[in-house]
T-cell receptor, first 113, second 112 residues
Framework: NAGVMQNPRHLVRRRGQEARLRCSPMKGHSHVYWYRQLPEEGLKFMVYLQKENIIDESGMPKERFSAEFPKEGPSILRIQQVVRGDSAAYFC???????????FGDGTRLSIL | DAKTTQPNSMESNEEEPVHLPCNHSTISGTDYIHWYRQLPSQGPEYVIHGLTSNVNNRMASLAIAEDRKSSTLILHRATLRDAAVYYCILRDPNFGNEKLTFGTGTRLTIIP
């Protein structure tokens, strides 16, 4: 029973490039959450999606960041025109229903040169 | 969001019980108390949650004060693998707010 799978585990981008982070939720889970953890800080909520719908994006920066969770395939967090401040660990979590515990992947560590 | 307060760090000897406290004096009647932990270089891991009664599972026990203004996560016999940052989080499933609000947590060090 595979857990939440995130790839890549490490991603290096130069300033101005695009970063695409992928998250495959646990089997049977239709709710996906993205969090960001800056160095030496706690996790901050970014966005909550439920199959094809964005439910809560209150933690997403207004520009350059977008997320999707298509009917088929993984959830994607996309960061356009990356800047040094985007360097962080990005974690994805999934749950089978609202209110249930969230199961986290091991994150994608994004480094911006 | 109701706020939680935890000690920044704690130490415990291996194979001893560990009691991790959390204060949440502004908790609302419908807030559940959730605990997650984050091992080094990993994502957070769900540990346990409860509303009013004490809860037990294979990982830990959760003791909730009668007035619900505080709770304690109990690891019955700490191992080196329990070294992690432990987060106490309040969550109201009726509010429609699904996001977890992580504070700074308690960094638990296990002494061999």
């Amino acid at each position: 029973n595979a857990g939440v799978m995130q790839n890549p585990r490490h991603l290096v981008r130069r300033r101005g490039q695009e970063a695409r982070l992928r998250c495959s939720p646990m089997k049977g889970h239709s709710h996906v959450y993205w969090y960001r953890q800056l160095p030496e800080e706690g996790l901050k909520f970014m966005v909550y999606l439920q199959k094809e719908n964005i439910i809560d994006e209150s933690g997403m920066p207004k520009e350059r960041f977008s997320a999707e969770f298509p009917k088929e395939g993984p959830s994607i967090l996309r960061i356009q025109q990356v800047v040094r401040g985007d360097s962080a660990a990005y974690f994805c979590a999934s749950s089978p229903n609202r209110g249930q515990p969230q199961h986290f992947g091991d994150g994608t560590r994004l480094s911006i040169l | 969001d109701a706020k939680t307060t935890q000690p920044n760090s704690m130490e415990s000897n291996e194979e001893e019980p560990v009691h991790l406290p959390c204060n949440h004096s502004t908790i609302s009647g419908t807030d559940y108390i959730h605990w997650y932990r984050q091992l080094p270089s990993q994502g957070p891991e769900y540990v346990i949650h409860g509303l009013t009664s004490n809860v037990n599972n294979r990982m830990a026990s959760l003791a909730i004060a009668e007035d619900r203004k505080s709770s304690t996560l109990i690891l019955h016999r700490a191992t080196l693998r329990d070294a992690a940052v432990y987060y106490c989080i309040l969550r109201d499933p009726n509010f429609g707010n699904e996001k977890l609000t992580f504070g700074t947590g308690t960094r638990l060090t296990i002494i061999p």
